[in-house]
């Protein structure tokens, strides 16, 4: 390779006129020159627009920084593990909600559709009997019968998503307090397999940090075998440097938040369930030919279509996944409160789990947004409510926040595909 990277020879074999540069991979130039070269591409990636998870991360900082400064109860072992915990059963429905909005739509039915699901599986199990394994299926199945009726009507019959997903709000609310009857609550068997989604715990400290331990491994040799994939393919890849040092950067605060977890009560189950989740929908979105479909058609639907892509069945496919993320998640919420009642999966829960994906930096526009999203996003959201909480300030106050959060994230995902644009990056 040449000392000087940014003139090469043409691509039919001549040399380029004098003062002529081409461009170059910057990944290249990481390579060569090493940490300088890291903080010149992230400077690169800032003035193009490519922000990334960036800000959201900021945002918890900051977040994090000024309720604790306000009350050094916020930081604590209890608040955090609660809080944790507390954002599961959001966090699980905007993962489903991540799906969607990559193909540049809404799903506006899934709060409902999180009520009818504990419903569902309150009156099987409770009132009729059921087996506590069985009616948990049975409600899942029907979260995932109901998104996959709404992406016929949207990918078959050609009714917007909006409108589809909007009468499924109405329909499924109404559905579900027929479904609880005349009473609208029953209660949950305290000691069952739903009560213990958020109320068990790995007491052992073996639990938490054994899984720290497990997840900074995989991560270590998922990225290094990724790595020697694409050296040995000829195209630009990590050094092993770069790679001991992202393996780092997660393992602190891994290893920060097991110790947390140990100091309360231990492992919660729910955020195992919820982290396991999570990565294993980031592999199917970042690792299969399904999820390289899904990012397609959130791309250019036309496109997709002439490529050969199913556009129909990746539409149904994906409302139905947010369909079952969303009785998973009236699973989680269920627990919680230990009943299936009139108000499950109302108030602001859709607008929460929406504003999860999107403060969490899936874009609105199509095309772009990591199931993490959901994870970042809603750690943002129940943050804030907790530091509310904690200080006794109003829910109203709450709610203005959160708005003024969510309405930052859109203005800065239109900001930087605007500025993409620019760098001819979009």
């Given at each position: 390779m040449s000392a000087n990277l940014s003139k090469t020879s043409g691509t039919n074999g001549q040399a380029p006129a004098d003062g002529a540069v081409t461009p170059v991979d910057p990944r290249l130039l990481v390579r060569q020159e090493g940490f300088t070269g890291y903080w010149s591409e992230f400077g690169r990636k800032l003035r193009s627009g490519e922000l990334g998870s960036l800000p959201v991360v900021v945002g918890l900082i900051i977040i994090g920084l000024v309720f604790q400064l306000r009350d050094s109860a916020f930081l604590g072992a209890e608040n955090l593990s609660n809080l944790f915990v507390t954002a599961a059963g959001t966090g699980l429905i905007a993962v489903g909600i991540v799906f969607v909005l990559i193909l540049g739509e809404i799903d506006l039915s899934?709060?409902?559709?999180?009520?009818?699901?504990?419903?569902?599986?309150?009156?099987?199990?409770?009132?009729?009997?059921?087996?506590?394994?069985l009616a948990l299926v049975l409600a899942l199945l029907s979260g995932a019968v109901i998104g996959a009726l709404h992406g016929f009507f949207f990918a078959r019959i050609g009714v917007p998503a909006f409108v589809v997903t909007l009468a499924g709000l109405l329909g499924w609310n109404g559905l579900m307090l027929q479904v609880l009857g005349s009473n609208g609550t029953i209660n949950l068997d305290d000691s069952g397999l739903v009560a213990a989604l958020t109320n068990h715990y790995f007491t052992d400290i073996s639990a938490a940090y054994g899984l720290a331990t497990v997840a900074v491994a995989v991560f270590f040799v998922v990225s290094f075998r990724d790595s020697r994939r694409r050296e040995a393919a000829g195209v630009p890849s990590r050094p092993l440097s770069e790679i001991v040092l992202r393996t780092a950067a997660l393992a602190v605060p891994a290893y920060v938040v097991a110790w947390l977890f140990n100091q309360y009560k231990g492992l919660p189950l729910a955020v195992v369930i919820f982290l396991g989740i999570v990565v294993a929908l980031d592999l199917v979105l970042r690792r299969t030919s399904y999820g390289r479909r899904v990012f397609a058609l959130g791309g250019n639907v036309e496109a997709a279509r002439r490529a050969g892509i199913n556009v129909p069945a990746i539409r149904i496919s994906v409302f139905a996944l947010s369909g079952t993320m969303a009785a998973l998640g009236g699973m989680f919420l269920a627990s919680q409160i230990n009943a299936a009642n009139q108000s499950s999966g109302a108030g602001s829960l859709l607008m929460n789990a929406i504003a999860a994906a999107v403060i969490g930096g899936t874009s609105l526009f199509g095309g772009r947004g990591k199931t993490w999203s959901a994870l970042l996003g809603v750690l943002v959201i129940q943050s804030i409510a907790s530091g509310m909480a904690l200080l006794g300030i109003a829910s109203a106050v709450q709610y203005m926040i959160t708005g003024a959060v969510l309405l930052a994230a859109v203005v800065i995902d239109s900001v930087s595909r605007r500025t993409q644009k620019t760098a001819g990056r979009a």
């Amino acid at each position: 390779m040449s000392a000087n990277l940014s003139k090469t020879s043409g691509t039919n074999g001549q040399a380029p006129a004098d003062g002529a540069v081409t461009p170059v991979d910057p990944r290249l130039l990481v390579r060569q020159e090493g940490f300088t070269g890291y903080w010149s591409e992230f400077g690169r990636k800032l003035r193009s627009g490519e922000l990334g998870s960036l800000p959201v991360v900021v945002g918890l900082i900051i977040i994090g920084l000024v309720f604790q400064l306000r009350d050094s109860a916020f930081l604590g072992a209890e608040n955090l593990s609660n809080l944790f915990v507390t954002a599961a059963g959001t966090g699980l429905i905007a993962v489903g909600i991540v799906f969607v909005l990559i193909l540049g739509e809404i799903d506006l039915s899934v709060g409902s559709v999180s009520g009818l699901a504990a419903a569902v599986f309150a009156v099987l199990n409770v009132n009729q009997g059921m087996p506590e394994w069985l009616a948990l299926v049975l409600a899942l199945l029907s979260g995932a019968v109901i998104g996959a009726l709404h992406g016929f009507f949207f990918a078959r019959i050609g009714v917007p998503a909006f409108v589809v997903t909007l009468a499924g709000l109405l329909g499924w609310n109404g559905l579900m307090l027929q479904v609880l009857g005349s009473n609208g609550t029953i209660n949950l068997d305290d000691s069952g397999l739903v009560a213990a989604l958020t109320n068990h715990y790995f007491t052992d400290i073996s639990a938490a940090y054994g899984l720290a331990t497990v997840a900074v491994a995989v991560f270590f040799v998922v990225s290094f075998r990724d790595s020697r994939r694409r050296e040995a393919a000829g195209v630009p890849s990590r050094p092993l440097s770069e790679i001991v040092l992202r393996t780092a950067a997660l393992a602190v605060p891994a290893y920060v938040v097991a110790w947390l977890f140990n100091q309360y009560k231990g492992l919660p189950l729910a955020v195992v369930i919820f982290l396991g989740i999570v990565v294993a929908l980031d592999l199917v979105l970042r690792r299969t030919s399904y999820g390289r479909r899904v990012f397609a058609l959130g791309g250019n639907v036309e496109a997709a279509r002439r490529a050969g892509i199913n556009v129909p069945a990746i539409r149904i496919s994906v409302f139905a996944l947010s369909g079952t993320m969303a009785a998973l998640g009236g699973m989680f919420l269920a627990s919680q409160i230990n009943a299936a009642n009139q108000s499950s999966g109302a108030g602001s829960l859709l607008m929460n789990a929406i504003a999860a994906a999107v403060i969490g930096g899936t874009s609105l526009f199509g095309g772009r947004g990591k199931t993490w999203s959901a994870l970042l996003g809603v750690l943002v959201i129940q943050s804030i409510a907790s530091g509310m909480a904690l200080l006794g300030i109003a829910s109203a106050v709450q709610y203005m926040i959160t708005g003024a959060v969510l309405l930052a994230a859109v203005v800065i995902d239109s900001v930087s595909r605007r500025t993409q644009k620019t760098a001819g990056r979009a």
